[in-house]
């Protein structure tokens, strides 16, 4: 097919334009990056030093000594290197490190699962019409804004199993009493109930927010077409407090598997090891048996623990379109 | 000379200069004064007082109000040394000493537990004291104190204080169970203890014949060992290349414990968690007998129904076939190895741990009257008899002449708290005796054969 003068002409036009542009492009990536980029790269630069020194780098140097043997009193220079013997150590050879796995697994689910849902009833309830609404919820709130360490002091003293005011309450009722975190079989599931009584109050909160966004004409119309209390919770409220229900649940994920300072102070991870959670024993290896390299190695594969399950919740919570 | 000068200067003013003799003049003065300058800050320079910094974990303010002006004593003494004392937490002193020397500002001197000696040695943090420091340590200081503070043959520093156990009675709660001496044999505890329990109607415990400190390696461990040897037993092998505290000795230590559990004699729940729960309930009144270490007669002597007077110290109770043995730890005075002041810090450790006038120490007046604890030097025990003479304090230190150190063991903080969890998992049924041991053996064993590599 010919081209005519004029599409000749237009073409050449369009050429000569674009050999312009890219004329005026010549100084390359450089020019882009001054012209483009130069003002924005600036204003996030402080962001990205920051990020960069407390957490790349940290990050980075984490996954080198965990390849070392270091005790922290020997110069960085001088550690041997071991390669992956301290994660083939705690993935094979270390009981303890299984054990305290699989506590913190245990406590994780207790955790996320009754403090999500308790955290979602209490929402509910004190969404609805019900006498010093505030009040309740600024009790609900209260032991979250409360130092986990004063929580843990008082809640051993409760849970004493000689003098503690837990058993005092069983016995009037008739009750026997319990060992508590006396107790190989109880102490973990003590630890949770402590746990969640603590953090039921800031769920409740989100949960509250959340439950405040779904707009009211959904559940009018629902009533005007005969839905039942469990039906409007069903189709309207589930479903609509789904981006706040995922953010819960890796949120309070996060902060299970990470659980510290409630177990140090309530039970020091024992009877036995009974309650001895991942970061616990990280906190020894490194610190009372100075074995930073193992502890490190601890701290990635926590890391890869938690990057995994977190992926896993959102997969399995994402809206899917 | 005043008068010359500013003669001088008048007719330097007076007499108008020709630019470039001026020039010359103000090189020549200003030549001379940066020289002047110089040589002052030289002078200076070699004036400066030498900083020493020590380290210790003995920050509250009873403590320091003793040991800072003992302190300051030795900085009137000798005008160019200055002294800074810094402080921390026992449970952050380690953290302090590693955190220190990696970020380069590591103290000078530092007072620390013998357990980590051979971390320390290791890694090639201290510094090996002067021959003077040496024989004063061989001369002034008991065999096993020495011993304590002794690795791989070479002494590592001044030993402060000594802390050994004894069994602890509460004197009322023997009387009213009829019990008129506190138990000296295996036997004998195994029969009062259980009378000294009570129980309500529920079948809980309110009052407990024997306590265990759960939680706490330290706790748990000490007793055990005390326990261990006055069965004729054995915690490590001589050469430090095996635990032995799994061998027969040890496993009928734990079955005495076990039994002590199983008759009723002790109750788990006095026991913790952490390490103030059985010290708690015995301060309290609630329990009857304990295996402690003497730095908790402090605690006693403030909060004891009773008073101090109302406890009763004995030796550790002993098998048929042993005797009994006491365990003693120590704590000690070492200098970093990097410190650029060392000659400095151990004239001034000589000096704090060095009788004055025939008498006491200083250290030894710290020990006594600022922290409630034994001096380990013999002749600071002999200064000050009469406070280290009471009732309480008495046996710990006749027991010192008997006693035995803990072990020094590379990797003895780790195996430590594996043989405490192992022994909680027998104290709770979770083990045998000889399982809990046997476990805790090769744990430990797998420990010092890794510590053994080069």
Same mark, same amino acid.
Not at chain 1, 150 to 167: H, K, P, T
Not at chain 2, 255 to 277: K, Q
Not at chain 2, 313 to 325: C, F, L
Not at chain 2, 347 to 356: A, G, S
């Given at each position: 097919?010919?081209?005519?003068?004029?599409?000749?002409?237009?073409?050449?036009?369009?050429?000569?334009?674009?050999?312009?542009?890219?004329?005026?492009?010549?100084?390359?990536?450089?020019?882009?990056?001054?012209?483009?980029?130069?003002?924005?790269?600036?204003?996030?630069?402080?962001?990205?030093?920051?990020?960069?020194?407390?957490?790349?780098?940290?990050?980075?140097?984490?996954?080198?000594?965990?390849?070392?043997?270091?005790?922290?009193?020997?110069?960085?220079?001088?550690?041997?290197?071991?390669?992956?013997?301290?994660?083939?150590?705690?993935?094979?050879?270390?009981?303890?490190?299984?054990?305290?796995?699989?506590?913190?697994?245990?406590?994780?689910?207790?955790?996320?699962?009754?403090?999500?849902?308790?955290?979602?009833?209490?929402?509910?309830?004190?969404?609805?019409?019900?006498?010093?609404?505030?009040?309740?919820?600024?009790?609900?709130?209260?032991?979250?804004?409360?130092?986990?360490?004063?929580?843990?002091?008082?809640?051993?003293?409760?849970?004493?199993?000689?003098?503690?005011?837990?058993?005092?309450?069983?016995?009037?009722?008739?009750?026997?009493?319990?060992?508590?975190?006396?107790?190989?079989?109880?102490?973990?599931?003590?630890?949770?109930?402590?746990?969640?009584?603590?953090?039921?109050?800031?769920?409740?909160?989100?949960?509250?927010?959340?439950?405040?966004?779904?707009?009211?004409?959904?559940?009018?119309?629902?009533?005007?077409?005969?839905?039942?209390?469990?039906?409007?919770?069903?189709?309207?409220?589930?479903?609509?407090?789904?981006?706040?229900?995922?953010?819960?649940?890796?949120?309070?994920?996060?902060?299970?598997?990470?659980?510290?300072?409630?177990?140090?102070?309530?039970?020091?991870?024992?009877?036995?090891?009974?309650?001895?959670?991942?970061?616990?024993?990280?906190?020894?290896?490194?610190?009372?048996?100075?074995?930073?390299?193992?502890?490190?190695?601890?701290?990635?594969?926590?890391?890869?623990?938690?990057?995994?399950?977190?992926?896993?919740?959102?997969?399995?919570?994402?809206?899917?379109? | 000379?005043?008068?010359?000068?500013?003669?001088?200067?008048?007719?330097?003013?007076?007499?108008?200069?020709?630019?470039?003799?001026?020039?010359?003049?103000?090189?020549?003065?200003?030549?001379?004064?940066?020289?002047?300058?110089?040589?002052?800050?030289?002078?200076?320079?070699?004036?400066?007082?030498?900083?020493?910094?020590?380290?210790?974990?003995?920050?509250?303010?009873?403590?320091?109000?003793?040991?800072?002006?003992?302190?300051?004593?030795?900085?009137?003494?000798?005008?160019?040394?200055?002294?800074?004392?810094?402080?921390?937490?026992?449970?952050?002193?380690?953290?302090?000493?590693?955190?220190?020397?990696?970020?380069?500002?590591?103290?000078?001197?530092?007072?620390?537990?013998?357990?980590?000696?051979?971390?320390?040695?290791?890694?090639?943090?201290?510094?090996?004291?002067?021959?003077?420091?040496?024989?004063?340590?061989?001369?002034?200081?008991?065999?096993?104190?020495?011993?304590?503070?002794?690795?791989?043959?070479?002494?590592?520093?001044?030993?402060?204080?000594?802390?050994?156990? *004894?069994?602890? @009675?509460?004197?009322?709660? #023997?009387?009213? %169970? +009829?019990?008129?001496?506190?138990? $000296?044999?295996? &036997?004998? /505890?195994?029969?009062?203890?259980?009378?000294?329990?009570?129980?309500?109607?529920?079948?809980?415990?309110?009052?407990?014949?024997?306590?265990?400190?759960?939680?706490?390696?330290?706790?748990?461990?000490?007793?055990?060992?005390?326990?261990?040897?006055?069965?004729?037993?054995?915690?490590?092998?001589?050469?430090?290349?095996?635990?032995?505290?799994?061998?027969?000795?040890?496993?009928?230590?734990?079955?005495?414990?076990?039994? *002590?559990?199983? @008759?009723?004699?002790?109750? #788990?729940?006095? %026991? +913790?968690?952490?390490?103030?729960? $059985?010290?708690? &309930?015995? /301060?309290?009144?609630?329990?009857?007998?304990?295996?402690?270490?003497?730095?908790?007669?402090?605690?006693?002597?403030?909060?004891?129904?009773?008073?101090?007077?109302?406890?009763?110290?004995?030796?550790?109770?002993?098998?048929?076939?042993?005797?009994?043995?006491?365990?003693?730890?120590?704590?000690?005075?070492?200098?970093?190895?990097?410190?650029?002041?060392?000659?400095?810090?151990?004239?001034?450790?000589?000096?704090?741990?060095?009788?004055?006038?025939?008498?006491?120490?200083?250290?030894?007046?710290?020990?006594?009257?600022?922290?409630?604890?034994?001096?380990?030097?013999?002749?600071?025990?002999?200064?000050?008899?009469?406070?280290?003479?009471?009732?309480?304090?008495?046996?710990?230190?006749?027991?010192?002449?008997?006693?035995?150190?803990?072990?020094?063991?590379?990797?003895?903080?780790?195996?430590?708290?594996?043989?405490?969890?192992?022994?909680?998992?027998?104290?709770?049924?979770?083990?045998?005796?000889?399982?809990?041991?046997?476990?805790?053996?090769?744990?430990?064993?797998?420990?010092?054969?890794?510590?053994?590599?080069?």
């Amino acid at each position: 097919m010919k081209q005519t003068e004029a599409e000749r002409a237009g073409m050449a036009l369009k050429s000569g334009a674009e050999r312009a542009l890219r004329a005026e492009r010549a100084p390359g990536f450089g020019w882009w990056l001054r012209r483009r980029s130069a003002v924005g790269y600036a204003f996030v630069a402080p962001a990205l030093a920051f990020l960069l020194v407390f957490a790349f780098l940290p990050f980075v140097f984490t996954i080198y000594v965990s390849l070392h043997e270091w005790n922290m009193l020997t110069p960085v220079t001088s550690m041997p290197f071991r390669g992956l013997e301290n994660y083939r150590y705690l993935l094979l050879d270390d009981p303890l490190f299984r054990q305290t796995f699989a506590n913190t697994v245990t406590f994780a689910v207790g955790n996320v699962a009754l403090s999500t849902l308790l955290g979602l009833i209490v929402a509910l309830v004190l969404n609805s019409r019900v006498r010093l609404r505030t009040f309740w919820r600024a009790i609900y709130f209260l032991p979250y804004v409360t130092s986990s360490v004063a929580i843990a002091i008082v809640w051993a003293n409760i849970y004493n199993a000689n003098y503690g005011l837990l058993n005092g309450i069983l016995e009037t009722l008739g009750l026997p009493p319990q060992r508590f975190l006396a107790s190989v079989s109880q102490a973990m599931p003590s630890v949770i109930a402590v746990a969640v009584w603590h953090s039921v109050g800031y769920f409740m909160i989100l949960f509250l927010a959340g439950l405040q966004n779904i707009p009211g004409e959904l559940y009018d119309a629902a009533k005007v077409d005969g839905a039942g209390d469990w039906q409007r919770f069903r189709f309207i409220t589930l479903p609509l407090l789904k981006p706040t229900m995922l953010f819960v649940v890796v949120v309070n994920t996060l902060i299970s598997l990470q659980v510290f300072d409630l177990v140090f102070i309530l039970t020091n991870g024992g009877p036995v090891n009974a309650t001895n959670t991942l970061v616990l024993y990280m906190y020894r290896t490194a610190f009372e048996f100075t074995r930073m390299g193992r502890a490190t190695a601890m701290a990635i594969l926590l890391f890869l623990i938690t990057f995994a399950i977190t992926l896993v919740q959102l997969h399995l919570l994402r809206e899917r379109r | 000379m005043s008068a010359r000068t500013s003669m001088i200067g008048s007719r330097l003013l007076a007499e108008r200069m020709p630019r470039r003799s001026f020039l010359k003049a103000a090189a020549v003065l200003g030549g001379a004064a940066m020289t002047g300058t110089l040589a002052t800050g030289c002078r200076r320079q070699t004036a400066a007082p030498t900083k020493l910094v020590v380290l210790t974990h003995w920050g509250a303010q009873p403590q320091k109000d003793v040991l800072e002006p003992i302190f300051k004593k030795y900085q009137e003494e000798n005008p160019r040394v200055q002294i800074e004392h810094q402080t921390v937490e026992f449970g952050e002193l380690l953290n302090r000493i590693t955190t220190g020397r990696l970020g380069g500002v590591a103290p000078d001197i530092y007072h620390f537990y013998n357990l980590w000696l051979p971390e320390f040695v290791a890694s090639d943090l201290l510094q090996v004291p002067p021959d003077n420091v040496i024989n004063e340590v061989r001369q002034g200081y008991s065999e096993s104190t020495v011993k304590g503070v002794t690795y791989r043959d070479q002494i590592w520093g001044f030993p402060t204080e000594v802390n050994s156990y *004894l069994l602890l @009675s509460n004197r009322q709660l #023997l009387q009213e %169970a +009829g019990v008129k001496e506190p138990p $000296a044999t295996w &036997d004998e /505890l195994l029969e009062v203890a259980p009378k000294l329990t009570k129980k309500d109607a529920s079948g809980k415990a309110t009052q407990t014949g024997f306590a265990f400190s759960r939680g706490w390696d330290s706790g748990v461990v000490h007793p055990f060992t005390c326990l261990l040897w006055s069965n004729g037993g054995e915690y490590v092998a001589e050469d430090y290349s095996k635990v032995r505290f799994n061998e027969p000795p040890g496993v009928e230590t734990l079955e005495l414990e076990l039994e *002590l559990i199983r @008759s009723g004699g002790a109750d #788990l729940g006095f %026991a +913790g968690p952490g390490s103030s729960g $059985a010290q708690d &309930d015995f /301060l309290a009144g609630r329990v009857g007998m304990v295996i402690m270490a003497n730095w908790y007669g402090a605690s006693l002597r403030a909060g004891l129904p009773g008073g101090i007077e109302n406890v009763i110290v004995s030796p550790v109770p002993h098998s048929a076939k042993g005797t009994s043995t006491t365990l003693q730890y120590n704590w000690l005075w070492g200098v970093d190895k990097n410190s650029m002041n060392a000659k400095a810090a151990w004239e001034f450790l000589t000096w704090l741990n060095t009788p004055k006038d025939g008498g006491s120490s200083p250290m030894g007046d710290y020990l006594t009257t600022g922290l409630n604890a034994i001096p380990a030097r013999l002749s600071d025990q002999e200064a000050h008899a009469d406070l280290l003479g009471d009732a309480f304090v008495k046996p710990f230190v006749e027991s010192l002449r008997s006693s035995r150190t803990e072990p020094i063991i590379p990797g003895a903080q780790e195996i430590k708290t594996s043989l405490q969890k192992q022994i909680e998992a027998a104290w709770f049924g979770e083990k045998s005796a000889q399982e809990a041991l046997d476990t805790a053996a090769a744990e430990a064993n797998r420990i010092l054969a890794e510590k053994a590599k080069p």
